[in-house]
């Protein structure tokens, strides 16, 4: 059984290009989580898809931008990048029943901007 | 304001030694608490989770968690620390009551085990 997959692995961009990202979740999983995470720093949530939509959104502005398609698999997509943009960003993967699921992680994808 | 704390930036243990992991929380109420391990160039694995019930939590590899809720803090414990332990443990939170219920983390400590 397969885990999240991410791709790319790993993405170089210059300033002001636009990024796709994405994640395949586990099996039987319908909810896809994206997190960024800065060097040295954990992880921010950015937002989540569930059925196709957006449920919630972390304190990100709106260059960030997702899908979510009806496999349950996700695109992140960053537009006009800055520099500080450069990070890992990790894919998490649950089900939305029940209290709580716990959310699966991808290996993530490294952006680096420059 | 809601946050997760992680004093330690970086513990430096020998092989064989204990290892506790600093973690507190403020949260209005007590949300559901977790530690993460992330490897180099890995995705973040669930060590342990506690949600309610006995404050004492076991989780994967050896490694123990204890939730104090005096103290706003869920501290992790190993009696003993592998050279392979050596990684990056976050420490999450996540409100019961939000609707996505995403992981609010911390800063992360970065532990080395010395041979």
């Known amino acids: 059984d397969a885990g999240v997959t991410q791709s790319p692995t790993h993405l170089i961009k210059t300033r002001g290009q636009q990024v796709t990202l994405r994640c395949s979740p586990k099996s039987g999983h319908d909810t896809v989580s994206w997190y960024q995470q800065a060097l040295g720093q954990g992880p921010q949530f950015i937002f989540q898809y569930y059925e196709e939509e957006e449920r919630q959104r972390g304190n990100f502005p709106d260059r960030f931008s997702g899908h979510q398609f009806p496999n349950y698999s996700s695109e992140l997509n960053v537009n006009a990048l800055l520099l500080g943009d450069s990070a890992l960003y990790l894919c998490?993967?649950?089900?939305?029943?029940?209290?709580?699921?716990?959310?699966?992680f991808g290996p993530g994808t490294r952006l680096t901007v420059l | 304001a809601q946050s997760v704390t992680q004093p330690d930036i970086h513990i430096t243990v020998s092989e064989g030694a204990s290892l506790e992991l600093r973690c507190n929380y403020s949260?209005?109420?007590?949300?559901?608490l977790f530690w993460y391990v992330q490897s180099p160039g890995q995705g973040l694995q669930l060590l342990l989770k506690y949600f309610s019930g006995d404050t004492l939590v076991q989780g994967i590899k050896g490694f123990e968690a204890e939730f104090k809720r005096s103290q706003s803090s869920f501290n992790l414990r190993k009696p003993s620390v592998h050279w392979s332990d050596a990684a990056e443990y976050f420490c999450?939170?996540?409100?019961?009551?939000?609707?996505?219920?995403?992981?609010?983390f911390g800063s992360g400590t970065q532990l080395t085990v010395l041979p």
């Open positions: 998490a993967s649950s089900l939305v029943q029940g209290s709580y699921n716990e959310q699966f």
């Open positions: 949260y209005g109420a007590t949300p559901y």
């Open positions: 999450a939170v996540v409100v019961p009551s939000g609707s996505a219920r995403q992981l609010t």
